[in-house]
């Protein structure tokens, strides 16, 4: 394949494959995280007459001012940060490129970007495209959660440092960092004058009262933080792609500056129908997350029932769940990505194996994520075909 040796590394994505080997074996798929529900049926009304209306041709640059007003107006009512929605709020085509942007733009050859590891897929492959080095800070488990250490974020900070790309809470884990860990990545951050960019895409899918704290509300934090989500997530509406960048009129303008010449703009009659959503849709959202609650609750009993060693996540879609008790019973090694592959034989069911997330492989061999953003029936299906494969 011509790709150049920095891309060589990023080919195909782990939920395209997985969701590829659902759709050729008709297993039920728990790879990708997308819901199989749709969200607000007013929302989807607002984007069908904002197409019968004409909103059909290129928006303006930053995201129509409605919805630049609505993420400001939501961003002060949830988390009480304040963004002005003339130039500290900048629609992207989806998180993915708000964070793709904000990299390109701040960062160079020479660069150091610090992350998470397990970390997202397209945060490495958008470092490598920027020309920077990523520099993976692990979480580690302790008590069942996956914890950040603070001496290894402190550690891993050089002079070249310039940016640490935040995820909470966390895909795949399931983490939400707590208010100690912010304050210290913060404190971090402020010592060695970088820039943070916040991926906050689950921020509403939290469970059993556990609060999501945005960084960028800490003091010293607002004017270094490029706080990015999305409402993929938010409105079961991953296929949108509407997401957002706040932060302060420079950081923003920068990150405008690269995401014009990605995409330019994208989603024209979508950006009405979220706006519409985040300023009147909020109970339903809070609905979707008892309900999405429940369905991690189910799934975890279900992975349970079939052996898996399971840690609970405490946000997101997914669950990470450590094979090798199963893969004991069935005797094979515990392999997450052979397992994976194998699932929809051995079970009929589709999963993520976590080693994707790892810059070395092995650190993640073990584990393997399974979503949970799906009707009950499926999450049941899924469970049985998993308890009868290891009975
Ligand atoms: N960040 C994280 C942590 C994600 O899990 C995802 C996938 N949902 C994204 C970004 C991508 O978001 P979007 O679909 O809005 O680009
Ligand atoms: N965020 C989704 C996940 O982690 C996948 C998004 C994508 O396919 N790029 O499963």
Known sequence: MPLV???????T??????SALAVSTGAINLGQGFPDTDGPPAMLEAAQRAIRDGFNQYPPGPGIPALRQAISHGRRRDHGQVFDPEDEVLVTVGATEAVAAAVIALVQTGDEVIMLEPHYDSYPAVVAMSGARHVSVPLRTTDGRFALDLDDLAAAIT???????????????GTVLTADELA????????????????????????????????????????????????GKTFNATGWKIGWACG?????????????FLTYVGGAPFQPAIAYALEHEMDWVAGMRDSLQHKRDRLCEGLLAAGFTVHRPQGTYFVVTDIRSVADRLDRPADGMAFCLDLPRLAGVVAVPQ???HDDPADGTPF????????????????????????
């Open 5 to 11: 040796p920095a891309l060589q590394p990023f080919r």
């Open 13 to 18: 994505t782990i939920f395209a494959q997985m």
């Open 159 to 173: 002079p070249a440092t310039k940016l640490i790309l935040l995820n909470t809470p966390h895909n795949p884990t």
């Open 184 to 231: 210290g990545i913060a404190r971090l951050a402020i010592d060695h004058d970088l820039v943070v960019v916040a991926d906050e895409v689950y921020e509403y899918l939290t469970f059993d009262g556990t609060q999501h704290l945005p960084i960028g509300t800490l003091p010293g934090m607002a004017e270094r933080t490029i706080t990015v989500s999305s409402s």
């Open 248 to 260: 302060p009129a420079p950081l923003i303008a920068a990150v405008r500056a690269a995401k014009q």
């Open 355 to 357: 080693e994707v997330f």
């Open 368 to 391: 393997v994520r399974f979503a949970f953003c799906k009707k009950d029936d499926i999450i049941d299906a899924a469970a049985a075909g998993l308890a009868r494969m290891s009975a």
